[in-house]
Nanobody, 125 residues
Framework: QVQLVESGGGLVQAGGSLRLSCVAS????????MSWYRQVLGREPELVAA????????NYADSVKGRFTISRDNARNIMYLQMNNLEPEDKAVYYC??????????????????WGQGTQVTVSS
């Protein structure tokens, strides 16, 4: 069955870095657009980064642009999110999500119901 497993979260000081990984299985990973969402308790999920089936097309939320980098290794079925210069506002549970719609910009992308279990990122000030 389709499975997404995130890892790499943790506690880091402001200004630090983390790299999240998402291992995918049960589907043709190289053929789908992927994304990272994050959610703070009590708030709606936020799409922070998306990557088309190739490396050449990526989108970022304004809040993370210039600090986060999304990438994927289609040979190994893994997606990454390199997070640098982390801020306390980045604290959230981060989810690996398959996209159903790749729109003309990040606001037009739409997720499928297929989400991983999430990995917690905590940034101390």
């Amino acid at each position: 069955q389709v499975q997404l497993v995130e890892s790499g979260g943790g506690l880091v000081q402001a200004g630090g870095s983390l790299r999240l990984s998402c291992v995918a299985s049960g589907f043709t990973f190289s053929s789908v657009a992927m994304s990272w969402y994050r959610q703070v308790l009590g708030r709606e999920p936020e799409l922070v980064a998306a990557i088309f089936d190739t490396q050449n097309d990526t989108n970022y939320a304004d809040s993370v642009k210039g600090r986060f980098t999304i990438s994927r290794d289609n040979a190994r079925n893994i997606m990454y999110l390199q997070m640098n210069n982390l801020e306390p506002e980045d604290k959230a549970v981060y989810y690996c999500v398959i996209l159903s719609i790749w729109g003309p910009d990040i606001d037009a992308h739409r997720p499928t119901p297929v989400w991983g279990q999430g990995t917690q990122v905590t940034v101390s000030s």
